[in-house]
Every structure is written in structure tokens, then in C-alpha cells.
């Protein structure tokens, strides 16, 4: 069974620091992973999805690694702002049984 | 283009009731699937329809959970009768197809909030 692990839980930072947001998944055998963000009371919105064989993908001020062997991605968000405040979930796929993280909850200090 | 609609927003219940939630996925879309949010965790696959067959439901409490998903469209999930642990927000969303590297614009709708009393 696929565990996802999201550490730390929540992130404090002043605006204009870079974020770094680490995802962990037991089963390397994964045919994709994706970077969820959600709002409070709102639903998950995709971020980036970054294929087996990929290494990274870059979206703006977002970039996500992700390393296979050692069961790892992480998300980086350049140059924060207060908007980026919000819930940010990891699911490893493939999409029709995705397993999510619980998620680093981020607050963007003003 | 219209997202997935979900309705209630907010529903508070007594332990041992029922409660019915409701999904309209986007238009055209095939998959559905419900998923359930206990706070502080992920997002957790209860059940998918592929048009209205059910594909996978080996995570939906059958004992007390049903959804149904009647002409390929509309979805409900029902919970008879509701727990305490039920307490979550109950998500619904939606892809084209069952595309392994979403291919198929999976999207979510804003969920229904369920608090047991």
C-alpha cells in the first residue's frame, strides 16, 4: 500500500522567502505525482503533475522535483506571497487511485 | 466552462441519521469519483464510476455508505446511518477518462462539509 508522509505539517514565512515543500512516498513504482493546492472550504486545485519519467516540472514561480529511487519530490515556490497561503497536498498516481499526503498548510507573512 | 458542482455546502447532523450528498460532474466528463477529507488528513478514494458502473469501491464503508451514479451523470452518495468519524468534507470530482497520466482534466469540486453530533 502507497504512503504518502508531508513534512513539515505548516510553514510560517515573511514574504519574498522561497518555500520548499517535501513529499515522501513509500512504492517508487508510481506512474505519476502531482502538487495539489486547497483553499480553505474549497476544493484541490492542480498545480503541476510530473510524469514517471520525469524529472521536474515548472509552472511560473513553481517547481517540483521528483527522485523515483529515493521516493521523494519537492515543490519550490519562489519569491512567496501572502496569495500562495493555502494548503499545499502531494497524491502519487496513477490518476484513477491517486494516494494523497495530508498536505504542509503554508502562511505567507505580509 | 462549468466546474463540478457539489451540494449541500455545510450539513450538520445527529449521529444514527442520514444524509444524501449531491455531484454534477462537467459536462462529458466519464469518471466520477467521491473522496472523503477528515481534517488534517488527505483526500481518501471512497468510490469511482466509469460512465454508471462502479470501477472501485474497495475503500466505501459499504456497511453504511452507498453511492449511485444514475445515467452516467448526476452522483449521489448517501451515508445511513452516520458516525461520529463520518465527520469530514466529502469531495466529488471528475475526468474525462481513467487516464493513468491525466491526460483527462481531473477537477474538484468545493465539497460538502459534514459535521456528526
Known amino acids: 500500500k502507497q504512503e504518502v508522509t508531508q513534512i513539515p505539517a505548516a510553514l510560517s514565512v515573511p514574504e519574498g522567502e522561497n518555500l520548499v515543500l517535501n513529499c515522501s512516498f513509500t512504492?517508487?513504482?508510481?506512474?505519476?505525482l502531482q502538487w495539489f493546492r486547497q483553499d480553505p472550504g474549497k476544493g484541490l486545485t492542480s498545480l503541476l503533475l510530473?510524469?514517471?519519467?520525469?524529472r521536474e516540472q515548472t509552472s511560473g514561480r513553481l517547481n517540483a522535483s521528483l527522485d523515483k529511487s529515493s521516493g521523494r519530490s519537492t515543490l519550490y515556490i519562489a519569491a512567496s506571497q501572502p496569495g500562495d497561503s493555502a494548503t499545499y497536498l502531494c497524491?502519487?498516481?496513477?490518476?484513477?487511485?491517486?494516494?494523497f499526503g495530508a498536505g504542509t498548510t503554508v502562511t505567507v507573512r505580509a | 466552462e462549468a466546474g463540478v458542482a457539489q451540494s449541500p455546502r455545510y450539513k450538520i447532523i445527529e449521529k444514527r441519521q442520514s444524509v444524501a450528498f449531491w455531484c454534477n460532474p462537467i459536462?462529458?466528463?466519464?469518471?466520477l469519483y467521491w473522496y472523503q477529507q477528515i481534517l488534517g488528513q488527505g483526500p481518501k478514494l471512497l468510490i469511482q464510476?466509469?460512465?454508471?458502473?462502479?470501477?472501485?469501491d474497495s475503500q466505501l464503508p459499504k456497511d453504511r455508505f452507498s453511492a449511485e451514479r444514475l445515467k452516467g451523470v448526476d452522483s449521489t452518495l448517501k451515508i445511513q446511518p452516520a458516525k461520529l468519524e463520518d465527520s469530514a468534507v466529502y469531495l466529488c470530482?471528475?475526468?474525462?477518462?481513467?487516464?493513468?497520466?491525466?491526460?483527462?482534466?481531473?477537477?474538484f469540486g468545493s465539497g460538502t462539509r459534514l459535521t456528526v453530533v
Open positions: 470530482a471528475s475526468s474525462l477518462g481513467r487516464g493513468a497520466n491525466r491526460r483527462y482534466g481531473y477537477t
Open positions: 512504492d517508487s513504482a508510481i506512474y505519476n
Open positions: 510530473i510524469q514517471s519519467s520525469q
Open positions: 497524491a502519487v498516481g496513477p490518476d484513477y487511485k491517486l494516494s
Open positions: 459536462s462529458g466528463h466519464a469518471t
Open positions: 464510476f466509469q460512465n454508471n458502473g462502479v470501477v472501485d
